[in-house]
């Protein structure tokens, strides 16, 4: 079944939070493959952080458009699971998301937001009912399986018209400064803002300061190696949002930076050579 050029593919790709000590993965794995032998799970990551759907917006955005058109990205983080929030399968530009509705697909969707939207009300759960706290197998899974497999959308439920999105998706841009926030602390403690690096892109790099805390970084670096070890750097990460490091350090141990941390972008004046 075609629905407005997508073609499945059969690749899952997985995202949640679940972490790796549980089943709870590999109980949604188990769903897809129960229901298609011939579908390909792909895990992205499980260790996102307990409830962090900013974080996980970020990681969906920096890997969904690497995969093929036709692909369907199952996406679980959710603090309201059994309550009134919605399940949804989201078609954008050749790709299925399955989520909660909570703000998941805000990067993913792009600038555009060009999406159309099915509300998920209608699967066959793997077991003799509905868990009312695990909605990655119970309903979110089938309904993955089901799109993989080359499902009909309108088989899961009606459309679903417009869909969360996350305030903090963008950041406050006023005249001579920019606010954001972290949205996500990577592996290596570097710290990914919501602050894209194109609104930067006519600014002198050695004009622009970055505050966050008690800490200010002077100037925009290239990459992280560009600082001495030790040091602090702020430059446009490869996902294109403001990223804070350390040269061989961890920038959130030392920044002691949480998710949500404002940071903020000011401009001084370019002081001409005398």
Not at 75 to 95: F, N, Y
Not at 109 to 130: C, F, H, N
Not at 192 to 201: K, M, V
Not at 245 to 250: D, K, L, S
């Amino acid at each position: 079944m075609s629905v407005d050029g997508f073609a499945a593919n059969g690749i899952v790709t997985l995202l949640t939070d679940f972490g790796l000590a549980d089943g709870y993965a590999g109980s949604m794995k188990g769903v897809l493959l129960k229901s298609n032998p011939d579908l390909i799970p792909v895990d992205i990551s499980h260790t996102i952080a307990p409830f962090g759907i900013a974080s996980a917006s970020y990681v969906l955005h920096t890997y969904c458009q690497d995969f093929p058109e036709g692909t369907v990205h199952l996406t679980v983080v959710d603090p309201g699971v059994g309550s009134a929030r919605r399940a949804i399968a989201v078609l954008c530009r050749g790709h299925f998301f399955v989520a909660p509705d909570n703000g998941l697909l805000s990067m993913a969707l792009g600038a555009d937001r060009v999406y159309r939207a099915w509300e998920i009300t209608q699967v066959k759960p793997p077991r003799d009912s509905v868990s009312a706290t695990f909605h990655g197998r119970d309903i979110f899974a089938p309904a993955a399986a089901h799109l993989a497999s080359g499902g009909d959308p309108a088989d899961l439920g009606l459309e679903a018209g417009d869909i969360t999105l996350l305030e903090e998706a963008a950041p406050d841009i006023t005249p001579g400064r920019i606010t954001g926030q972290v949205i996500h602390v990577d592996h290596f403690g570097n710290l990914i803002t919501n602050i894209r690096g194109d609104l930067l892109q006519d600014r002198d790099p050695g004009t622009i300061l970055v505050k966050t805390g008690n800490y200010t970084i002077v100037g925009m670096s290239r990459t992280y190696a560009d600082r001495e070890s030790g040091q602090l750097a702020a430059y446009v990460g490869s996902s294109g949002l403001v990223e804070i490091a350390i040269m061989q350090g961890n920038a959130a141990h030392t920044v002691r930076a949480p998710l949500g941390r404002t940071v903020e972008i000011a401009f001084r004046e370019k002081r001409e050579r005398a």
